[in-house]
């Protein structure tokens, strides 16, 4: 299956995520500028492209990371 590559991909430039059980791809991943530049390389050599309306660099600013944690409250 798909996942299982997107898997090793991550696991092997140590991205730190937990799968969740689900019928589709659905990973939660640890929200820190390191790992989310790791993810959001992995994904992009896989041909995943964000949905989001902001760059892998704004999703990983740790500034708008708190900004988006206190509009969501």
């Given at each position: ?17 937990v ?39 704004e ?15």
């Amino acid at each position: 299956m798909y996942y299982e590559k997107v898997f090793r991909a991550l696991n092997s430039r140590g991205v730190r995520y937990v799968p969740r059980a689900t019928a589709d791809l659905d990973i939660a991943v640890a929200i820190d500028e390191k790992n989310l530049e790791k993810l959001f390389e992995v994904m992009e050599e896989l041909g995943f492209k964000p949905r989001i309306p902001v760059s892998s660099q704004e999703f990983a600013n740790p500034a708008n990371i708190e900004k988006w944690k206190t509009e969501k409250k």
